[in-house]
């Protein structure tokens, strides 16, 4: 079976494997012959799909960074010409225009193959809210899937899409990821437009990724990612980076809650002492601002939100809503403005406390939920259990928070487990790197398939737009004394990789900290371990003003071919310097150099 990743597929368009014709006919073969799940709400028809396969002719992934990438959409966001329902049939409408993120998606080259399943109204982190069907775990399909993006999870879970949409205002785009054994990357706040998207609390709604890694799920960010003018909650977030070995805040032990599930409690130990493995550490972090936050959202006037979204289809159809929306929703009409201002109020106050969490840790990890349950436990008290999934979710969008959710093991009984990684706004990019670090140490499969987890960045991987790929050598690597004038910039590593073998490299005559020279040579060049770092593009200019001679940018060669903007250095200056070519690394070199006792060297 071809595999959905989005590498994969554009590894196998560029050998000529396969054509996106032939992916959709296989992505349909496998919907029309899977067990049903209810998954779907419209399936689009190979003549809905046909236009967008015509686009792509002529075309190349040389231009088009997700090209013939078959996507799922969540039913509550625009697709041209196809109903959006938001789980809610009598308010079923035909935009003509698509959502401005799946356009972007579109343009970028991926096709949209259908409109998923969720909990009506995107009320819930259930997936058993709708007229269309509970939508069931991928794994088991007594167990909840999650919700309220339930199809769109399941969609890729099951390896029907390569990745899908969904929306995240208390957990919507983390809880079924968790679920599911996927990624689920939940973006900062405004960074992706929701200009057509049916709002459920407007000021907080984000669009959120669901994929098979994280490294797909930021492939589809870079893309989809922008400030929209029609978009009035759209914004500009500045990239922030995260240290190389962050402090990982865990909730205290007392502050920790499973509901009596003893397996993701043992999940979550685990995962902790994975971090301790991989070199990270842990400080336990009061979570008593963020968990009061939590129950603002549903037990404060924010409710007053979901009523507003619908209140003029409320009038005439109160009746077409399931029974639990409908409870939430109403109850939206009682809070008044006192009410409001005393919520904000408030929440100030928490967000100031929160803010304080982050002089003691970097990143935040917690279980994504603290239990799964079985559809028929979760309808017998549908309100309570849902209020249970959110406990480590509802606060993140409040707070103005980025996260991922990525696959941390699973249960006795087969079913996944997954915790999430917080962070402030703008750390997305390095929320997944982290992510997938996380992921390639923790699990073996994807979703509920046998195929492996890919082992590290794919080398295909591209700048986003806004950013300028760098190559570095030297004192800028991950964890050396120059890097943090890349983080400082919001820069973010792409990739660690080789130059092509045509290269001498030297370590510098000055310093501290000394530097190396990489010099081209037409014969007896070898390949050099580099860095490759997406830098913003607007901070280019004075991160270059920072070299000093002999030092300059140049084009770099990598070793699948590509050409790379990276350090270069002037030929004169190596007389004198040492060749250290045959070591091949400046990682090496300062380790050789410390053990022989010049500390000086890095």
Known sequence: MTSFTIDALLRGYRAGTFTPPQIIDEAQARIAAGQRRNVWITLLTREQILPYLQALEGRSPEDLPLYGVPF???DNIDLAGVPTTAGCPEFAYVPAQSATVVQKLIDAGAIPIGKTNLDQFATGLVGTRSPYGACENSFDPQFISGGSSSGS??????GLASFSLGTDTAGS????????????????CGLLSTKGVVPACRSLDCVSIFALTAEDARRVLDVAQGVDADDAYSREVEPAALPAVPRHGVPRADQLEFF???EYQRLFAEACQRVRDM??????????????TARLLYEGPWVAERYAAIASFLRDHAAALH??????????????????????????????????IWHEVDVLMVPTSGTIYRIAELLADPIARNSNLGRYTNFVNLLDLSAIAVPAGFRADGLPFGVTFIAPAGCDRALAELGSRFHHAAT???GVSNEPVPAGIPRSYRAPPGYVPVAVCGAHLSGLPLNHQLTERGAFLLRATRTAPAYRFFALPDGPPKRPGLIRVAQGGASIDVEVWAVPQKHVGSFVAGIPSPLGIGRIELEDGSLCPGFLCEAWAIDGAQDITALGSWRKFVQSALSAGQASAQ
């Open 72 to 74: 799922a959409i969540k």
């Open 444 to 446: 073996t499969s994807l």
């Open 279 to 292: 070199g990270g550490t842990l400080v336990e972090i009061d979570f008593a601002p963020l968990f009061e």
């Open 260 to 262: 009596g599930d003893a």
């Open 323 to 356: 029974p639990v929306t409908a409870a939430i929703t109403l109850a939206g009409d009682k809070p008044t403005a006192v009410d409001a201002f005393r919520a904000q109020y408030r929440l100030k106050e928490l967000q100031r406390r929160a803010a304080g």
């Open 173 to 188: 785009g983390r809880v079924p990821a968790g679920f599911n054994n996927i990624v689920g990357l939940k973006p900062s």
């Open 153 to 158: 999870a399941v969609s890729v879970a099951t």
